[in-house]
């Protein structure tokens, strides 16, 4: 049995994207009797200029540990694949003609919500493609968890950890922002792990007051510091009804283009506490992976050769419960899986006495 495997990473890098390529290409190794794997460099824009390279088995060796992607990545944004831009390029046309040029039986993209569109798009156009869900947003429907989210768990509750001893030392109120525009789940898994003491996500819009509240409780009490873990999409009632071009005008006009900067200002004022901003950003995304994410990209890896083998074909590799499965790429592809106000895990923070601000 012969394989000829396209592979490419797309969107936000994270880590265990190699962790995840090395598992699909060590068990395409193992599984047919020829493996051929062309790699894509940065993502779509590598299909679409036919920028690849033929790789050699001895590429996914060395590389389980190895943080970002070794293949690349860029963002080319779904909402433009049908666009003919000032370079007159069409893109899916392209895509088309790179997968047919290099006769490939089948292409594996490693994404978030933005690359599984566009695979389910490929899909649709009669590629051969299977989609492994990457993120540490955690935002993509069907699966309980993308790869990259618990090491990006790992790696902001360390930062909470380290804030909150010096937060402690000084009685100050920390204002951590998290990673997330429109997901908060990184935020509610590091804060509760961390044990933060406000929560503030994008889809739980705000009052500041209330967040006040909570700070100035805690400033009464022996407990002088405070530790707010607010999502970078994170806003309040009144941005809420607000559009996104609106909402970013708003920002820019009131002089913040950050929340956490902005709410340790109005902290600071309402309350009267020293509040300070603390914005670890893409570190977020950076290093190795932990031990759970190079366990799960190894299981999606090993599955999405299965798929291949079996040649199904339009799935996206999933975990649910305790069990990798796939799930159809356009039962899943561009529907944002969110935290819900009533999840057990909000539910359960607030029976810890965690404040949301609203
Ligand atoms: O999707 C992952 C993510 O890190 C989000 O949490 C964040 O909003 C976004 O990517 C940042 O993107 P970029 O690295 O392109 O600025």
New binding site residues.
């Given amino acids: 049995m012969k394989r000829r495997i396209g592979i490419l990473t797309a ?2 890098d994270c880590p265990g994207l190699n962790a995840a390529i090395r598992g699909v290409a060590k068990a395409a190794y193992e599984m047919f009797d020829e493996t051929e794997i062309v790699g894509f460099h940065d993502g779509y824009r590598g299909l679409i200029d036919g920028d690849m390279s033929e790789m050699k088995r001895s590429q996914f060796s060395g590389i389980l540990t190895l943080g970002g992607t070794i293949l690349g990545t860029s ?1 080319t944004p779904f909402r433009n694949m049908r666009v003919i831009e000032d370079d007159n390029v069409d893109k899916v046309k392209s895509m088309k003609e790179t997968y047919e040029k290099l006769k490939l039986d089948c292409l594996v993209t490693l994404g ?1 919500n933005g690359t599984h569109k566009t695979a389910n798009l490929l899909s649709e156009e009669g590629l051969n493609v299977i989609g492994l869900p990457k ?3 955690n935002d993509i429907y069907g699966t309980d968890f993308a790869f990259g989210f618990h090491t990006a768990v790992d790696i902001a509750t360390d930062v909470i950890d380290r804030i909150h001893t010096t937060a402690a030392s000084h009685g100050r109120c920390m204002v951590i922002e998290i ?3 429109k997901a908060g789940w ?1 935020t509610l898994y590091s804060g509760l792990a961390g044990g933060a003491d406000v929560l503030v996500l994008p889809e739980i819009p705000y009052d500041i007051e209330k967040i006040a509240e909570a700070v100035e409780k805690r400033a009464r009490s022996k407990k002088a510091f405070s530790i707010i873990a607010v999502a ?2 994170a806003m309040d009632r009144k941005e809420a009804k607000m559009k996104r071009k609106e909402r970013e005008t708003y920002r820019l006009e009131t002089g913040f283009t950050n929340i956490s900067t902005r709410m340790a200002k109005e902290l600071s004022a309402l309350v009267g506490v020293e509040a300070r901003a603390v914005i670890p950003g ?1 570190m ?2 950076g290093g190795s992976p932990s031990a759970y994410d190079r366990v799960l990209s190894t299981q999606f890896g090993v599955h999405a050769a299965t798929l291949i083998r079996d040649k199904t074909y339009g799935y996206t590799v999933a975990l649910q419960g305790n069990q990798v499965v796939h799930n159809k790429l356009s039962d899943v592809a561009g529907i944002p899986k969110l935290v819900s106000p009533d999840d057990q895990m909000v539910d359960l923070a607030r029976h810890m006495g965690i404040t949301f601000g609203d």
Avoid: C, P, S, Y
């Fill in positions: 969107g936000g963002r978030g993120t540490i947003d990673m997330g525009n990184l970078e999409g893409h977020q995304r």
